[in-house]
């Protein structure tokens, strides 16, 4: 069983920077792609960015490209979501979400590719 753990949330003004960590414990040889969702209240759960466990490959959603960056430290266990030039739109709480799959049948920011998830950091910015 995979467990995920987030941390790094916190009340940012809009412009400025915060790095999100999650702790990976469990079957981590088993997690082939890693990935941080986000979510408000009434919407539903969005895809911000994935990396294949070997690091190859990256995915960012068009909202945060350029602006987030999504990394994986294997050694350490510990995935991040580095944040800046933060906007009030981000405003969410985010999860991280891992899956055993080597070829999901839907797209690394798919909500039904990922088996795992935490129970979220949330991120408030202000404007």
């Known amino acids: 069983q995979v467990q995920l753990v987030e941390s790094g949330g916190a009340s940012v003004q809009a412009g400025g920077s915060l790095r999100l960590s999650c702790a990976v414990s469990?079957?981590?040889?088993?997690?082939?792609?890693l990935s941080w969702f986000r979510q408000t209240p009434g919407k539903e759960r969005e895809g911000v960015a994935a990396?294949?466990?070997?690091?190859?490959?990256?995915v960012y959603a068009n909202s945060v490209k350029g602006r987030f960056t999504i990394s994986l430290d294997n050694a350490k266990h510990t995935l991040y979501l580095q944040m800046s030039s933060l906007k009030a739109d981000d405003t969410a709480q985010y999860f991280c979400?891992?899956?055993?799959?080597?070829?999901?049948?839907?797209?690394?920011?798919?909500?039904?590719?990922?088996?795992?998830w935490g129970q979220g950091t949330q991120v408030t910015v202000s404007s």
């Open positions: 979400a891992s899956t055993a799959s080597r070829q999901p049948g839907f797209g690394l920011l798919d909500v039904q590719t990922y088996n795992y």
């Open positions: 469990g079957y981590t040889t088993n997690n082939y792609y």
């Open positions: 990396v294949s466990a070997a690091g190859g490959m990256r």
